[in-house]
């Protein structure tokens, strides 16, 4: 059975407004980029509290989940600790993080020309980075080999934890798409048809809308809109689902329109 995907993005930035959030547009179109969707996200600040309630329940679903943000080692960094305790288990360093944060500290050092000083007190600290909770696989950091995790819950979902920074966090997420969820990718399998209505009103149009979602395997959209600045109040109304599906739901949904002599305005397809 295909699963859900669902995002967590963990962050005071983003909630205070100091850095805008990108990964969810971009998260949306990893997925449709493989014929798959998202079916749900949720924002958290730096609060341990509620980071832990959230993961408690991605781990008590059966969804993929991806979360963004908050699994460094500094004092604001709290997702580590969070997961293990939605877990209810305890954090300890996973050999194999340790040793690509070696490798990262080696290659760093090289770099500076420096010997590796494997004693020296922020090198001891960066080891935190790989503290993760007991029975947690890693994910490969192709950027700068600081790895995330992955752990599973007792409703048979899982997490993957990756940094909060683009750059890292979203060729993480597309490798885990393109090898542990690769037999779900359905490219060319869904399709999404719409039309903008200028000037209609939902409430006139939800009984045709209601008649397509009920004759067809489709789910029905609408999008109002009060103000655009070509079309002005009209409403994108619209299905998505399998394409021979979209097909003939979308040619009940135009002939309904014309029904209602509604004034149409250009077509879509996604």
Sequence with gaps: MKPAFGLIIIGDEILSGKRAD??????????QARGLSLAWSRCVGDERKR?????????????VVFSCGGIGATPDDHTRQCAAAALGVDLALHPEARGLIEQRMRD???????????????????????????????????YNKIPGFSCRGAGGGVVHFVPGFPVMAWPMIEQLLDTDYAAWHQRGAWQERSVVVMG????????????VEREHPVKVFSLPSVDHPEYGRHIELGVKGRPDAVTTAFAQLLAGLHAHHAQLGPELVR
């Design 108 to 142: 760093l050092a090289a770099e500076r020309g420096e010997a590796y000083d494997p004693d020296r007190p922020d090198n001891v600290h960066r080891f935190n980075m790989g503290v993760f909770p007991v029975g947690a696989s890693i994910i490969p950091n192709p």
């Design 22 to 31: 990108k990964h969810l547009p971009k998260v949306i179109e990893l997925l």
């Design 51 to 63: 980071i832990t309630a959230a993961l408690r329940d991605a781990f008590a679903t059966s969804d």
């Design 200 to 211: 209609a009103m939902e409430a006139t149009l939800t009984p045709l809308m209601e008649a």
